[in-house]
Nanobody, 127 residues
Framework: QVQLVESGGGLVQAGGSLRLSCAASGRTVNNYAMGWFRQAPGKERSVVAAISASGAFAYYADVVKGRFTISRDNAKNTRYLEMNSLKAEDTAVYYC????????????????????WGQGTQVTVSS
């Protein structure tokens, strides 16, 4: 079993930055595809960014492209989401997710593709 714990959320003004962390425990996630999702009240959970197990390929939702960066530190068994130029519409609960990848370079983008989820961290952007 893999446990994922997010941290780094909080309240920030529009235009500001935050870095979310997703610490994995139980197993090394070096062979796991990882993703960051978000869910605002009344909306479905949707992908923000995702990275392949290899780390060579990443996907970004159009609404965050150029502002958010997903990265990883295998030595720390941790994944990150760097968020810059934050907007009020980025306000949501952010979740990290992982799945043991059957394809080393595949980027999983769908909620249903992931087996492991963190508890979420709230990001609130004030305008």
């Amino acid at each position: 079993q893999v446990q994922l714990v997010e941290s780094g959320g909080g309240l920030v003004q529009a235009g500001g930055s935050l870095r979310l962390s997703c610490a994995a425990s139980g197993r090394t996630v070096n062979n796991y595809a990882m993703g960051w999702f978000r869910q605002a009240p009344g909306k479905e959970r949707s992908v923000v960014a995702a990275i392949s197990a290899s780390g060579a390929f990443a996907y970004y939702a159009d609404v965050v492209k150029g502002r958010f960066t997903i990265s990883r530190d295998n030595a720390k068994n941790t994944r990150y989401l760097e968020m810059n130029s934050l907007k009020a519409e980025d306000t949501a609960v952010y979740y990290c997710a992982g799945v043991r990848s059957g394809s080393y370079h595949y980027v999983s983008r769908e909620v249903r593709e992931y087996d492991y989820w963190g508890q979420g961290t709230q990001v609130t952007v004030s305008s």
